[in-house]
């Protein structure tokens, strides 16, 4: 069968439209749409169609995200400068501008240079008023700040000395706990004592995790999601601040993931559900009125996860988003008064005529070098023979917390529709397997970790699904540190590597951190290695790739962002450099306008027309991607 090839600009450009909200009045849909070339955010009434809505911003930068306040009066919306993570919080009205050329003013409520702001909450009482943090007075800690939204003006709460990492508000916008972290990675729950000041009420080491997800309608006592002692599975309790006493409430019924997540209804306060995530999702409802409408959702959408967008405040209202693996993401507006769906959009119309095309995800298990049990997905390419394929070997970010997931994924659809098998690892320090798993992969960078990747390719190999002469291995941040390590540590293995943003010197990613991350100093150190001990700067010497270039034997592709807060410039420069001076094959892209990621369209289409051409070369013979002429120029500047 012959599968057309579906252009790039389908999985990496902009989409038509995206990220739609509804207002919490229910009256309004905003959502984003390009202006000038840039995802902006747009509305329109919940009764006029797309064409006749109007745009609210005009950022020359993508956003990091947005949403409605409560009374449904501002749109409160984020972003940094050409990549930096110094994120400002910026207010728009949603109302009264009709035209592109009437845009309303967006107004900086956090306009400092160089300083980042968080949101910590936003109230549940007074809808004028959101909590954040500042680290304008110290780079390394936030202070805690009132923000109205409507004067612009910041209110300090609490200067931070004390090495808070976040500030907990109960649902009636009273601040109750922080979370705090030594200097040697043990965290701990405090409590807002009458002296005004915090006391200790619940301390966790550095292997263990412990977090505040919620209160209970009365707030009498909160809901703690913690894996401390001898637990191995997150696990959700009920916690009393007042005594310090902790009762189970759940862990996973089936006993093989960490607690997930949980959800509330904003009008009762009660809990909704809980989630786990297995290969695929799973809702465990404590709510009957919101399983029976999850219960309508998935019998309208039966071969396809359902999720809510977004709701009106009196949950009649609802946008709803239906999705799977090898299906586009289809958006619907549900009145429950009148049992109605209504289509919204595809946020990319032009793919769905391939959608047949797109290619299944299927869960997949294999021993690591050790017998730890990997799990992770495979895809294969659509229609082509399941043997013998060359094969990319994705490895995510993190490592510790991120996961694979299930579902609609552009960068592997677009490697299966070129005819790759594609690997996604679920490598140990992946998130949500259990605190054991998670703290296997300590000190085991270019090691143990690096195996859960590298059987990766033996187990496809020896199944026959994989051809051994015909492997990638790509991926972005602590992906691109594997792209290296593989290239580095198993140079036969790789037929070439593709490293994004990945740290070559593990001493230098060290030195570099953010200062607002001074929090986890002490966990990346016992994640990675100690600096400051001789033991921990022999690790970090023997799984640096920089330090061991020389076994670099096959072709390597880097991309970087210039303004790279977390992996900076200087880790791929300085292996480039080192390379080029032994005259080895390595291409090397730099955007001068991205930091840790690529958020423009065309610079991510110029990456994988880069990545297209590379992989093609080297799998399957020399091939000529062909550009439009913007791409073209995009893909031009980012040769360093």
Not at 107 to 125: F, H, M, Q
Not at 460 to 478: E, F, H, N, P, W
Not at 511 to 525: D, Q, V
Not at 619 to 626: A, E, H, I, Q, T
Request: proline letters at 6%; hydrophobic letters at 35%.
């Amino acid at each position: 069968m012959q599968v057309p090839l579906i252009d790039r600009k389908y999985f990496f450009g902009n989409p038509v439209i995206s990220g739609s909200k509804l207002s919490p009045d229910g009256q309004y849909i905003s959502f984003m749409r390009e202006v000038n070339g840039i995802m902006n955010i747009w509305v329109k009434s919940v009764t006029q169609p797309f064409e006749e809505a109007h745009p609210l911003t005009d950022s020359d930068r993508p956003l990091y995200g947005y949403f409605w306040t409560d009374d449904s009066k501002y749109i409160l919306y984020l972003k940094d400068k050409d990549g930096d993570e110094n994120i400002n919080i910026f207010s728009v009205s949603p109302h009264g501008h009709n035209a592109i050329d009437d845009l309303p003013v967006s107004t900086n409520l956090t306009p400092l240079e160089g300083v980042r702001a968080d949101i910590y909450k936003v109230s549940d009482i007074n809808p004028d008023l959101i909590f954040v943090g500042i680290n304008e007075r110290d780079p390394a800690w936030h202070d805690l700040y009132q923000l109205e939204i409507s004067t612009q003006r910041l209110t300090k709460m609490y200067e931070n000395t004390h090495r808070i990492t976040s500030f907990i508000f109960d649902w009636d916008d009273d601040l109750r706990l922080a979370t705090t972290s030594d200097e040697v990675g043990n965290s701990a729950i405090l409590q807002w004592s009458d002296e005004g000041d915090f006391v200790t009420i619940f301390e966790t080491n550095v292997k263990e995790n412990a977090n505040i997800v919620g209160w209970t309608p009365d707030n009498q006592l909160a809901y703690l999601a913690t894996n401390k002692g001898d637990v191995d599975l997150e696990t959700l309790y009920s916690f009393d601040p007042q005594t310090g006493i902790i009762t189970k409430i759940e862990s996973d019924p089936e006993g093989k993931v960490d607690f997930g997540s949980i959800s509330f209804d904003e009008k009762t306060r009660e809990i909704i559900a809980t989630y786990y995530l297995y290969d695929r999702l799973k809702r465990y409802f404590k709510n009957q009125e919101w399983k029976d409408l999850f219960t309508v959702l998935e019998t309208r959408f039966p071969d396809r996860e359902v999720d809510i967008l977004g709701h009106s405040k009196d949950n009649t209202k609802f946008l709803i988003v239906a999705w799977g693996d090898k299906y586009l993401p289809d958006v619907y507006y549900y009145d429950t008064a009148v049992q109605v769906f209504e289509f919204q959009y595809t946020p990319r119309p032009d793919m769905k005529p391939y959608e047949s095309y797109l290619a299944s995800m299927h869960p997949i298990t294999y021993p690591s070098s050790d017998g730890l049990m990997i799990s992770g997905y495979l895809t294969l390419p659509y229609g082509e023979n399941k043997i013998n394929l060359p094969l990319v070997i994705l490895v995510h970010g993190g490592p510790k917390g991120p996961r694979d997931v299930w579902g609609y994924d552009g960068q592997v659809q677009f490697l299966a529709n070129r005819g790759y098998a594609v690997l996604q690892p679920n490598f140990r320090a992946s998130g949500g397997f259990g605190k054991n798993f998670l703290n296997a992969g300590d000190k085991q960078w270019g090691q143990l970790m690096q195996d859960d990747i590298t059987y990766g390719a033996y187990h496809l190999t020896q199944s026959g699904v994989a051809d051994k002469g015909r492997i990638a291995i790509m991926g972005g941040s602590y992906g691109g540190y594997a792209t290296l390590a593989g290239l580095t540590f198993t140079p036969d293995l790789y037929t070439c590597g593709i490293d994004i943003v990945g740290p070559s010197n593990l001493f230098t990613l060290l030195e570099s951190i953010p200062a607002y991350w001074e929090s986890g100093r002490a966990w990346l150190y016992e994640m990675v290695g100690d600096p400051n001990t001789d033991e921990g700067k022999a690790l970090l010497t023997k799984t640096s790739p920089l330090f061991h270039a020389d076994n670099i034997i096959k072709p390597l592709l880097i991309i970087q962002g210039a303004n790279d807060p977390r992996v900076k410039k200087a880790e791929s420069d300085q292996i480039v450099n080192l390379l080029r001076s032994k005259n080895h094959d390595v291409k090397y892209l730099m955007a001068a306008d991205e930091g840790h990621g690529f958020a423009k369209p065309l610079n991510k289409m110029a990456i994988y027309a880069a990545v297209e051409e590379f992989l093609a070369k080297h799998l399957r013979g020399n091939y000529d991607p062909s550009m439009p002429d913007d791409v073209s120029a995009a893909y031009s500047k980012l040769e360093a």
